[in-house]
Nanobody, 118 residues
Framework: VQLQASGGGSVQPGGSLRLSCAAS????????IGWFRQRPGREREALAC????????YVADSVKGRFTISRDNAKNTLYLQMNSLKSEDAAVYYC????????????WGKGTQVTVSS
């Protein structure tokens, strides 16, 4: 199983970014994949997950209304659309294969850095 997050970068407050998580060795149609972030000096935070069963999405209150999770099964890729970015969203963002949301994951991808500053 390999998960590769990409799409991070530097953006001004209020800006947008779309992160991608390309999966190989695992099918998004059969497995739930989630997004997480690690901010400096903070614990890892579970952000969003999409059910492989019925497409139900779970989004953390801290980003609800600004972040949207989606997937493209044909491309076997998960996305995280991040709008209205704030300085506190600066973090390393990861995707992971979910065993039990939000506490049990068994495969992690390398992270992608998001910087939000003016």
């Amino acid at each position: 199983v390999q998960l590769q997050a990409s799409g991070g970068g530097s953006v001004q407050p209020g800006g947008s970014l779309r992160l991608s998580c390309a999966a190989s060795g695992v099918s998004l149609s059969d497995n739930a994949i989630g997004w997480f972030r690690q901010r400096p000096g903070r614990e890892r935070e579970a952000l969003a997950c999409i059910s492989n069963v019925d497409g139900t999405t779970y989004v953390a209150d801290s980003v609800k209304g600004r972040f949207t999770i989606s997937r493209d099964n044909a491309k076997n890729t998960l996305y995280l659309q991040m709008n209205s970015l704030k300085s506190e969203d600066a973090a390393v963002y990861y995707c992971a294969k979910v065993v039990s949301w939000p506490r049990a994951m068994d495969y992690w991808g390398k992270g992608t850095q998001v910087t939000v500053s003016s």
